[in-house]
């Protein structure tokens, strides 16, 4: 099982980015979905997950400016970042539950820094 993650970069604050995180392998439906960030010194937090019937939950600081979504078809699992601040300035993870054997399978991660 792999999870490609990709999209993150560098941008202003006010900005946006859409990270993409792509699932494959054999024995492998994605139940929940999600996105993880961690922060400089901090320790690896929830952002945002999803369902395969699509509801979503949000922590707090992100609500009203990020969205979560995915593609059923392609495994895929999507988080659109809009209004960054600098305090969003992490190394995103993407994460998905396995059905088949109900183990957590984690991305690589990606970089996203917001800076002026």
């Known amino acids: 099982v792999q999870l490609q993650a990709s999209g993150g970069g560098l941008v202003q604050p006010g900005g946006s980015l859409r990270l993409s995180c792509a699932a494959s392998?054999?024995?492998?439906?994605?139940?929940?979905m999600g996105w993880y960030r961690r922060a400089p010194g901090k320790q690896r937090d929830l952002v945002a997950s999803?369902?395969?019937?699509?509801?979503?939950t949000y922590t707090d600081s992100v609500k009203g400016r990020f969205t979560i979504s995915r593609d059923n078809a392609k495994n895929t699992v999507y988080l659109q970042m809009n209004s960054l601040k600098p305090e969003d300035t992490a190394v995103y993870y993407c994460?998905?539950?396995?059905?088949?054997?109900?183990?957590?399978?984690w991305g690589q991660g990606t970089l996203v820094t917001v800076s002026s």
């Open positions: 999803i369902t395969s019937g699509g509801s979503s």
């Open positions: 392998g054999r024995f492998f439906s994605p139940n929940v």
């Open positions: 994460k998905a539950d396995n059905r088949f054997d109900g183990r957590p399978y």
